[in-house]
């Protein structure tokens, strides 16, 4: 058996040094009251985000009823477009510092 073939093959992976965001839908935001701000602490309260991650990403599942603001990690174009079309503002926040 050739000593390439005997050796283990080991290599890089980028896994851990990768974004991980826990995603939060449009339509799961209408339970919060017209022209209020949702924050993380908000969301984590209402029980739509469990867990860690590097942030909070918001997708454009379903549909938005009224105005709010909208402070997240990040945003998918679609769910951009549905806060901002119901005069909405989407508030992009920096990740904290790591190890908090």
Do not use: Q, W
Request: some cysteine.
């Amino acid at each position: 058996m050739p000593l390439i073939r005997r050796m283990p093959k080991r290599g890089f992976n980028n896994a851990r040094f990768g974004t991980r965001y826990l995603p939060v839908n449009v339509g799961d935001l209408n339970r919060f009251p017209e022209g209020s701000r949702v924050e993380e602490s908000d969301l984590r309260k209402a029980g739509l985000v469990n867990g860690r991650a590097d942030g909070i990403k918001v997708l454009g599942g379903g549909e938005l009823a009224h105005k709010l603001t909208v402070c997240a990690h990040a945003f998918s174009a679609s769910a951009r477009k549905k806060i901002e079309g119901v005069g909405g503002t989407c508030e992009t926040v920096k990740p904290s510092a790591p190890g908090k």
